[in-house]
């Protein structure tokens, strides 16, 4: 584990946000998840900003030392900004310029800009809404939901809702359990446990916009800790850090 630290630590990220499709009051939180994999070296913002919907990014712009690149519309309609941010992210892709992409965008166009950098072994993380395309999501090494950046009222009620409950609500389009046991299956060693650290390694190889804040929780460790019906838990002292073991439980009878 100390190694991936260490990889996630030196790596260099280019964050290209598509202006049209992305809130300016996430620029923060944006670039706080992106930073989690490594150091944003490369900042960049595309849009056509003679239009008015790209006023509310200027404020940000500054602050955060994101650069702005300017997309004129040739054609009523149609969004030329997939096409500008392409160019961009090849061109430093073949520049060799960074290690790692993020992508900030709810656009399918993307798809196969993700497929083509991860093809050439960079990892690259997406940025977007929860209507975002699957094919786009699945390209990405890892996949945020902006709703998990800035939860809703409705995700905020649910979440009290679920705090009244002594199990986690595990309605049909919420539950996770086919992927912790998907991941836990992968991660399984000889002795019948599982490093959560390597699960959660899986559960983006399962599915990139896994995310415990989906199911209204902020750590992994918690998700799995309210399914106590399900899994076991252990904590173990290695190398001087803790490490946390999950096992599935058997089923009596």
């Not at 849009?47 to 404020?59: E, L």
């Not at 392409?86 to 892709?93: C, E």
């Not at 950098?117 to 929860?130: A, C, N, P, T």
Request: proline share 4%; aromatic share 10%.
């Amino acid at each position: 584990m100390a190694k991936m630290t260490k990889q996630t630590s030196e790596r260099k990220i280019a964050l290209l946000i598509d202006g049209d499709n992305a809130r300016p009051r996430l620029i923060g939180k944006i670039l706080t998840e992106a930073g989690k994999y490594g150091s944003v070296t490369i900042r960049r913002i595309y849009g056509d900003w003679t239009t008015s919907n790209m006023k509310g990014w200027k404020d940000s712009l500054n602050i955060a030392a994101i650069q702005p690149i300017q997309q004129f519309r040739y054609t009523i309609g149609k969004n030329a900004t997939d096409s500008a941010m392409i160019i961009d992210a090849m061109d430093i892709l073949n520049g060799n310029l960074v290690d790692g992409f993020c992508i900030v965008s709810s656009d399918s166009d993307y798809t196969r800009l993700a497929t083509r950098i991860r093809e050439k072994g960079i990892f690259v993380m997406g940025i977007g809404k929860k209507s975002t395309p699957k094919p786009f999501i699945n390209a990405c090494n890892i996949f945020i939901y902006t709703e998990n950046l800035a939860p809703t009222a409705s995700t905020k009620k649910r979440k009290s809702e679920r705090k009244t409950k002594t199990t986690p609500d595990k309605t049909k389009s919420l539950d996770p359990v086919p992927l912790l046991k998907g991941a836990f299956d992968m991660a399984l060693q000889e002795d019948g446990w599982a490093n959560l650290a390597t699960m959660g390694f899986y559960l983006h190889q399962l599915d990139p916009s896994f995310d415990p804040r989906t199911y209204g929780y902020k750590q992994l460790s918690q998700l799995i800790k309210s399914y106590s019906s399900l899994f076991d838990m252990k904590f173990k002292e290695e190398d001087g850090a803790t490490h946390v073991y999950v096992r599935l439980k058997e089923k009596s009878g």
